[in-house]
């Protein structure tokens, strides 16, 4: 048979079958690889339904055909690799529903949300301060409660009407507060959500009367926003006393530092002792001797790498349902995995040491502690000092992802600032972790630079 004749028959075979062509001609690597490429284009244009990438996965079809009739002279596969490349991102872009330019349509939303985070909440001056609410019902209901309140201290606000509508105007009525010092309302949801935020100055009598609308991000979160639900409105004044204290935020956020860098301090160093007998058993060099010796490395292995494949926030979720929250599941969390990656990355450490010691040591006589004794561990304390600091490094970030789940540590006040929609409270803890990290990344990266 003729060269071409059977390039014509290889290109009928990938005709039918993808890669059944380059089988024909043996070119078995080649033809498992385009099968392999064909088949998940065509799957993946069928499984989301976008039929406008059919173009893309018949192109590669083609291509598969005309390689199987040239090859071996032609043996570039960029060209079907590119094309299924572009067909995935092209159905991925679609399939999450990329729009970017929903970031720029809700204006209003993301004015409510990055104007009080350009103002972080971390330090205020020191004041003297004079507080007092209001209860509101929104929406209203056929006999809504009265909006009135006075306190022990003198101190009378009102609401006119009872109750508001969205979108309607209210009258806030105040009497007994400073003369000539502004006061600002703050509108609390049920749930304690912050929404509204109107300054206005108090009268030399000590009343003061402010006007405002009831707009709808008061009621974004109610799950039934026909429900008629007891709101807050909360007038805050205050007194410059002069100097600077931190604000009750930045009190939290300290706490929360402090917890965050304390469960990543603690779980890296248990973590880093705990990993370092399951790396040596996970080491192919010294577990290669005989076959028990074998199947102890493969089930270490195994064990490694099914923990490390679970992500810490997975395991804090399931920590927190045992032990309940706080800092102590986080801290379970990040120990597990941390033994799992630095197992991993130990155990590759020791794989890569010289041999030359260990097979002179062996050669005395030696048992294998004694072999790990004098051969391996001169060899890989620098290293797995190195590896413990970079990993307590992620575990500062971890820690403060865990804390969404209940894990403690600034995360979790994080969680709820996001979710009262405090969000100078949400600025004030990205600086401040933000800070933390890389003053963290700074200092061991130096640590590892003298290790070395």
């Not at 405002?212 to 008061?218: A, D, H, L, M, R």
């Amino acid at each position: 048979m003729t060269l071409k004749n059977k390039s014509i028959i290889a290109a009928l075979l990938s005709l039918i079958i993808p890669g059944a062509g380059q089988l024909y001609k043996k070119a078995y690597k080649r033809a498992g690889a385009l099968f392999l490429l064909t088949a998940s284009a065509f799957v993946t244009v069928l499984w989301y339904q976008h039929k406008e990438w059919w173009f893309a996965a018949i192109l590669i079809w083609l291509w598969v055909v005309l390689d199987a009739y040239q090859f071996p002279k032609n043996s570039i596969t960029v060209l079907p690799i590119l094309l299924w490349l572009v067909m995935a991102y092209g159905i991925g872009w679609q399939v999450t529903e990329m729009d970017p330019t929903a970031i720029f349509r809700n204006q209003e939303r993301a004015s409510i949300i990055l104007k009080p985070m350009l103002r972080p909440d971390f330090t205020r001056p020191r004041t003297e301060s004079l507080t007092s609410y209001v209860d509101i019902q929104v929406p209203c209901s056929p006999t809504p409660p009265l909006a009135e309140r006075t306190n022990g201290n003198g101190i009378k606000m009102s609401v006119s009407p009872n109750c508001a509508n969205l979108n309607e105007y209210v009258t806030l009525n105040v009497t007994g507060f400073w003369p000539e010092y502004p006061a600002t309302m703050e509108w609390h949801s049920p749930i304690g959500a912050k929404s509204i935020h109107e300054e206005f100055q108090i009268n030399p009598d000590g009343n003061g009367t402010l006007l405002f609308q009831v707009k709808p991000i008061v009621n974004i979160a109610a799950p039934d926003q026909t429900l008629p639900q007891m709101h807050r409105i909360v007038v805050i004044q205050s007194k410059p006393l002069g100097g600077i204290d931190i604000s009750e935020t930045g009190g939290h956020i300290l706490r929360g530092i402090y917890e965050t860098l304390s469960v990543a301090l603690l779980a890296t160093l248990i973590g880093a002792i705990l990993a370092i007998p399951f790396s040596f058993l996970a080491a192919r060099n010294l577990m290669s001797s005989n076959p028990i010796m074998r199947i102890i490395y493969v089930l270490t292995r195994t064990v490694l790498n099914i923990v490390r494949s679970v992500e810490s926030l997975i395991m804090a979720i399931i920590f927190v349902v045992i032990v309940g929250l706080g800092t102590f599941p986080g801290m379970l969390a990040i120990t597990l995995h941390t033994i799992a990656a630095l197992g991993k990355l130990y155990s590759e450490v020791i794989e890569g040491i010289d041999s030359g010691p260990i097979e002179a040591i062996r050669a005395t006589g030696a048992n294998w502690l004694q072999v790990v004794r004098y051969g391996v561990i001169p060899q890989i304390i620098p290293s797995f000092m190195a590896l413990t600091i970079y990993r307590w490094d992620i575990n500062v970030r971890s820690s403060t992802i865990i804390g969404f789940v209940g894990g403690g540590g600034i995360g979790f006040y994080l969680y709820q600032w996001i979710l009262l929609q405090d969000y100078r409270s949400v600025s004030a803890s990205f600086i401040s972790i933000a800070i933390v990290v890389m003053l963290l990344d700074f200092f061991s990266a130096r640590l590892r630079e003298q290790i070395r």
